[in-house]
């Protein structure tokens, strides 16, 4: 049986979703696409066609690093591990750092090579080192668009480079790059102004130049071809808001760029992030039967943080709902409740969890504390 004790903690914030005068935020020069959004709620701030879908050049590579890292992550693959370099990836064209065919190197560098030059070559070496073949690395890519709903997306190589059929919209490629950004080892990758492979012999340099003068920049990775123009997404942090701004079809480079600050600027003057509930924090106890200890405190099972506008003074309430009639065995990070926090028109659900093991308490333990306490007496 589940009883709800429902309790009501009002806090000065903004609903779920930011919907008042100024997202109505244009830039000087429109692209053919852009989107704002922010990175720990998902809140989209500005936008222009960001559902329409366009060939996204080496932007492309967003997913080709996120399926690497989910890799190294679920330790199907290390940033240690020896890649050679065959035939097929050493055919590539456009930005690469030229591997040779039979060429070994380590998944680290390959990925800095992606991350920072935009190797072409290097996409291909990790796909088919992951994958056994780009096919089914492509075929991989699109099954974690669907996964991540990503409505507007195709995908028929894992680098960008021009083909029928390949494209994304400026909304999906925010998604799958607030997706990567959950990854804290990928962001000293793609923050890297300049750097080298092959023990120094061989220099990379970044296009996007919001790292080098742009404050708080994160990345996340630029793109250019003829069908695509040029493209960027494009992540920065202040004050811990950590925003991500997306330029699709620019016609000039210094266009991208100029959106993606224009954008940036934009949410940083407006918006604003408040942690409403932290993982550390006592959100109360549940009884435990049969259990060693008869309680167990419960904590959310991360942050949640809301998006507000910096002039919005609206009050969401959080009510918690902890479950009763639990038995022992219980277990650390099992949940025992949730916490819907609510304003008028949005409800997000959080788990709470238990802060610690509790053991169930044996007919023996009843035995032993009995005759504890008759010694003692």
Known sequence: MVKCMRFFVIILVMSLRATYACADFTPTNPPRSYI???????????????????????????????????????????????????????SMGGS?????????????????????????????????????????????????????????????????????????SAMDVAIMSRELLKYDKIRPFL???????????????????????YPGAIG????????????????????????????????????????????????????EIKTIVNKNENMGTVEIKKGKVPQVDIVPEKDFKLLFGKNENKKPKIILNILEDVSAPIFKGQVLGTAEILDNTNKITINLVATEDIERIELVDVFLDLLKKWTFK
């Open 36 to 90: 704002l959004m922010d990175w720990d709620t998902g809140t989209v701030m500005a936008q222009y066609n960001e559902n329409n879908p366009y060939p996204i050049a080496s932007v492309t590579k967003v997913m080709t690093m996120l399926l690497c890292m989910e890799a190294i992550e679920e330790n199907r693959m290390s940033f240690e591990d020896v890649v050679t370099a065959s035939d097929y990836a050493c």
């Open 96 to 168: 690469q750092i030229y591997l040779e065919p039979g060429e070994q190197m380590s998944v680290k560098d390959l990925i800095k090579s992606v991350a920072v030059a935009s190797a072409n070559d290097s996409c291909v070496a990790l796909a088919e080192h992951l994958y056994g073949s780009t096919d089914s690395f492509v075929e991989a890519m699109n099954q974690r668009a669907k996964a991540l709903g990503m409505k507007n997306t195709h995908f028929v190589n894992c680098n960008g480079l021009d083909a029928d059929n390949h494209y994304s």
């Open 220 to 271: 996340v990775k630029t793109g250019s071809t003829t069908n695509a123009k040029y493209c960027l997404s494009a992540g920065a942090t202040k004050n811990d808001l950590t925003l991500l701004a997306v330029v699709l079809g620019a016609e000039t480079t210094d266009q991208r760029f100029q959106t993606a600050k224009e954008l940036l600027n934009y949410g940083f003057a407006n918006y």
């Open 191 to 213: 923050s890297i102004w300049m750097d080298s492979v092959r023990n120094g012999a061989f220099g990379l340099s970044n296009t996007n130049k919001l790292i080098r003068f």
